[in-house]
């Protein structure tokens, strides 16, 4: 990507905006070329190149460390399995901002396997894309039972946590089957997660009762697996 020296928009703004892109789209495994690098790549001066490092730096893209050089600030989510734990929990725990935008939300009676799981002909379907410093991270669909969804759907949907929301309703999630695989984005995935299709997602799919043994939720998500990642410890049981 070139620079356009004609437009309106400043040299270092652009820099900036194309080196997000590609830092997003994982050009770069944790350092980004030195500022004479791109001096001679972008054909600008020094102090262009710093404003746009400093922007990213202010911005959380970026670190400065001595004498090393700029390195990614975007450190992988690491996620503990075996507890329920809330997104804004999991992404603040390692000191980044959690984020969710609710993308759409309704009555549905597709895919023919939430019916088969939740059976139901009827369920309702929320979903949403999380992100961790303003980077999308998680394309997140959930399904319901009807009267589950609902009463959910009254509550505003951006930046809240379901598990929280549930507890509110006097419904409170005991435990949960989750299946973790791999597997090629779709399109429409990269173009949300702002990735190449070179880099594969987590697909996640999980159901989660409560105390009666009754399927609360169903849901489905797909994680960027280089910024995502699931951790389990194991014992060994002595017979």
């Known amino acids: 990507m070139k620079i356009n020296t004609k437009s309106s928009m400043p040299l270092h703004a652009q820099v900036k905006e194309i080196l997000v892109k590609e830092i997003l789209s994982g050009c770069y495994s944790e350092k980004i ?50 507890q329920f734990r809330t997104y804004r929990e999991i992404i603040e725990n390692i000191g980044m901002r959690p984020s969710i935008k609710l993308v759409s939300k309704g009555k549905t009676s597709s895919p023919k396997d939430v019916a088969e799981v939740l059976g139901q002909k009827e369920f309702y379907a ?27 759907a009254k509550y505003n949907l951006n930046n809240a946590a379901t598990y929280s929301l549930l507890t509110s309703m006097g419904i409170n999630l005991w435990e949960a ?13 990269c173009q949300v997660l702002g990735i190449d299709t070179s880099i594969s997602v987590l697909s996640i799919e999980r159901i989660n009762y409560d105390q009666e043994e009754n399927i609360v939720e169903y849901e489905k998500t797909v994680f960027r697996s280089d910024m995502y990642s699931f951790r389990v410890k194991l014992g060994r049981t002595l017979s």
Request: charged letters at 30%.
């Open 177 to 189: 089957e989750q299946i973790i695989t791999s597997a090629i984005p779709t399109k429409e995935q």
């Open 33 to 82: 070329p030195s500022e004479m690098e791109l001096m001679k790549r972008f054909d600008v001066s020094r102090s262009t190149i710093r404003q746009a490092i400093n922007g990213l730096v202010d911005e959380g893209y970026l670190e400065k460390i001595h004498g090393k050089g700029t390195f990614l600030a975007l450190r992988p989510v690491e996620e503990w399995l075996g």
């Open 126 to 152: 929320i979903k949403r894309i999380k992100y961790a410093n303003e980077i999308p991270i998680a394309i997140e669909k959930v399904y319901y039972p009807i009267k589950i969804g609902l009463e959910l």
